[in-house]
């Protein structure tokens, strides 16, 4: 997980990870420095299910369907996928990660999210 206590460099992290990975939408630099869960959710659903096909079979193989749900249920799968599968562990609720603030943390999540998506990616191609 990553630390907390340099939002501009988490911030600048996260771009990068972003650019990296070419996600396509905008990135709402004032609603994710909000914690806002609309500028959020995008890239979350981005890098789960449309950045690596390799990755989004892997998620699926492992029972793990996160298209074609509400918010809360999207959010709700994805954060049992990150215990389960990424054995990664959140330091907000689902409920924090729904609600506006907790920005750093959000930011420090999606960062440690795209790090194991791309650790994944990465895998599933030597299988290949």
């Known amino acids: 997980m990553q630390r907390t206590g340099d939002l501009e460099g988490n911030l600048s992290r996260l771009k990068l990870n972003l650019r990296s990975i070419c996600f396509p939408g905008h990135f709402n630099d004032a609603g994710i420095r909000l914690g806002l869960p609309t500028s959020i959710l995008p890239i979350l659903n981005f890098v789960l299910t449309k950045a690596s096909r390799i990755v989004a079979s ?58 194991r998506c791309k650790a994944c990616h990465a895998e599933g191609r030597r299988k290949v």
């Open 58 to 115: 892997e998620i699926s193989v492992h029972g793990f369907e996160l298209t074609g749900k509400t918010d809360a249920r999207f959010v709700q799968t994805a954060f049992k996928l990150f215990r389960e599968h990424f054995h990664l562990r959140s330091g907000l609720t689902i409920a924090q990660f729904l609600q506006e603030g907790y920005a750093e943390r959000k930011i420090c999540l999606l960062l440690s999210v795209i790090e």
